[in-house]
């Protein structure tokens, strides 16, 4: 089952442009989550931020969340070709270890 | 140590083999996961083990067997797998509350 959904499904820009991916969720959660897979491999952890936060950085990366909206952004700022990536949300309902992903946006980073 | 490793890195199957996916971990975390994620697809759930013990069964079929043999180790054993079982096979680990940290990958082909 899909927890979460996340717009746009692909998204192309230039280097140096800034990208932002949405996730909206539909239960109760414990704390969001944001993953990056390149193509065909594991994904990587990025940024987790918990119900009772609204924003969070790391790096050039900006993760908002609006419990009241259940949405979630993730703003990849000066994107880099090497940004190319899926990039998925995932969410932990409350009390439990049961992460359920988005269905993913692509970026591609033109060079 | 912040790695999750799982061998085979590939594995091809005929639909009356037996064989198993392994996956280790040294963080010292205590719910380790089974996913399974088709291309361009996010990662489905299939199972969880929080300390050791099995905790959430996505109602996968009985053709996958999950094991946790101690806490740094999780097996998933395959038999009579069916050609739409192929699938990159994803393992995780995790502290409660905390993030997925991935392998990087089974991909499995059955004939």
């Known amino acids: 089952s899909q927890q979460g959904e996340e717009d746009p499904q692909a998204l192309s820009i230039q280097e140096g442009e800034n990208a932002t991916m949405n996730c909206s969720y539909k239960t109760s959660i414990n704390n969001l989550q944001w993953y990056r897979q390149n193509s065909g491999r594991g994904l990587v952890h990025l940024i987790l931020i918990r119900s009772n936060e609204r924003e969070k950085h790391s790096g050039r990366l900006r993760v908002t969340l609006d419990t009241s909206k259940k949405s979630s952004s993730l703003l990849i700022t000066a994107s880099r070709a090497a940004d190319t990536a899926s990039y998925f949300c995932a969410t932990d309902r409350t009390g439990g270890f049961k992460t359920i992903f988005g269905a993913g946006t692509r970026l591609f980073v033109k060079a | 140590d912040t790695e999750v490793t799982q061998t085979p890195k590939h594995l091809v199957m005929g639909m009356t083999n037996k064989k198993s996916l392994k996956c280790e971990q040294h963080m010292g975390h205590r719910a380790m996961y089974w996913y399974k994620q088709k291309a361009k697809k996010p990662p489905e759930l299939m199972f969880v083990?929080?300390?050791?013990?099995?905790?959430i069964n996505e109602s996968v079929p009985s053709r996958f067997s999950p094991e946790c043999p101690n806490s740094s180790l999780l097996n998933l054993h395959l038999h009579a797998l069916q050609p739409e079982d192929s699938a990159l096979y994803l393992c995780?680990?995790?502290?409660?509350?905390?993030?997925?940290?991935f392998g990087p990958g089974t991909r499995l082909l059955v004939l």
């Open positions: 995780a680990s995790s502290q409660v509350d905390g993030p997925n940290y």
């Open positions: 083990y929080s300390y050791e013990k099995l905790s």
